[in-house]
């Protein structure tokens, strides 16, 4: 079992910065194919990007593309969002999660952090 942590929510302006993290529990984290999703209050949870298990092929959200970038620190069992230029629709609270049959479905995860707040003001 892969427990993960997300950290780096805030408050932002819109057009604004920040970078979200996600820390594993044990370097299993490495064998998992990895994802960021996120959930606006009233909505349903949105999928944002995935990363395969080597980090070498990502995938974004028409909405994020271009604003967002998915790395992976192996070393750290660290997952990271940058996000740039950041909208008021980005507001929401953002899960990491981890798993082996999933790619933009959260059906195909199995592990998820606790969810980081990101509020974007206009």
């Known amino acids: 079992q892969v427990q993960l942590v997300e950290s780096g929510g805030g408050l932002v302006q819109a057009g604004g910065s920040l970078k979200l993290s996600c820390t594993a529990s044990s370097p299993t984290f490495s064998t998992y194919r990895n994802a960021w999703f996120r959930q606006a209050p009233g909505k349903e949870r949105e999928f944002v990007a995935v990363?395969?298990?080597?980090?070498?092929?990502?995938y974004y959200a028409d909405s994020v593309k271009g604003r967002f970038t998915f790395s992976r620190d192996k070393a750290k069992n660290t997952l990271y969002l940058q996000m740039n230029n950041l909208k008021p629709e980005d507001t929401a609270v953002y899960y990491c999660?981890?798993?082996?049959?999933?790619?933009?479905?959260?059906?195909?995860?199995?592990?998820w952090g606790q969810g980081t707040q990101v509020t974007v003001s206009s």
């Open positions: 990363i395969n298990r080597s980090g070498g092929t990502t």
């Open positions: 999660a981890a798993g082996t049959t999933g790619w933009s479905s959260a059906r195909g995860y199995d592990y």
